[in-house]
């Protein structure tokens, strides 16, 4: 079984900076998708950023040019580097894997939800 494990949350002023991490167990496909989603309180989950084991990646437009997301493939991991971070920004971020043979990023974003693994999430906050 496939389990995803974030780290990396927690509470920075606006216009600060914070690196989440996600460790894959395994890949069952060398050719995969990987990225991250988002959920503020009373709001739906939204995609934020997502790549591929081949490097391609997409971005919200909401985030873009200030978030990087990266995949180790050697590692099993997944980063997510996020700068000039915003009040609206807070929210339980999760990480998320495609389940299937995965080359484009944008699969990740737009798929059903049962049809990626799920970590537990980790808590972002950006507040003075």
């Known amino acids: 079984q496939v389990q995803l494990m974030e780290s990396g949350g927690g509470s920075v002023q606006p216009g600060g900076s914070l690196r989440l991490s996600c460790t894959v167990s395994k890949f069952m496909y060398t050719v995969n998708c990987m990225g991250w989603f988002r959920q503020a309180p009373g709001k739906e989950r939204e995609g934020v950023a997502a790549?591929?084991?081949?490097?391609?990646?997409i971005y919200a437009d909401s985030v873009r040019g200030r978030f990087t997301i990266s995949q180790d493939n050697a590692k099993n991991t997944l980063t997510l580097q996020m700068d000039s971070l915003k009040p609206e920004d807070t929210a339980m971020y999760y990480c998320?894997?495609?389940?299937?043979?995965?080359?484009?990023?944008?699969?990740?974003?737009?798929?059903?939800?049962?049809?990626?693994?799920w970590g537990q999430g980790t808590q972002v906050t950006v507040s003075s």
């Open positions: 998320a894997a495609y389940r299937g043979l995965c080359r484009r990023a944008d699969l990740l974003l737009t798929n059903p939800e049962e049809d990626n693994y």
């Open positions: 790549s591929t084991s081949e490097g391609g990646v």
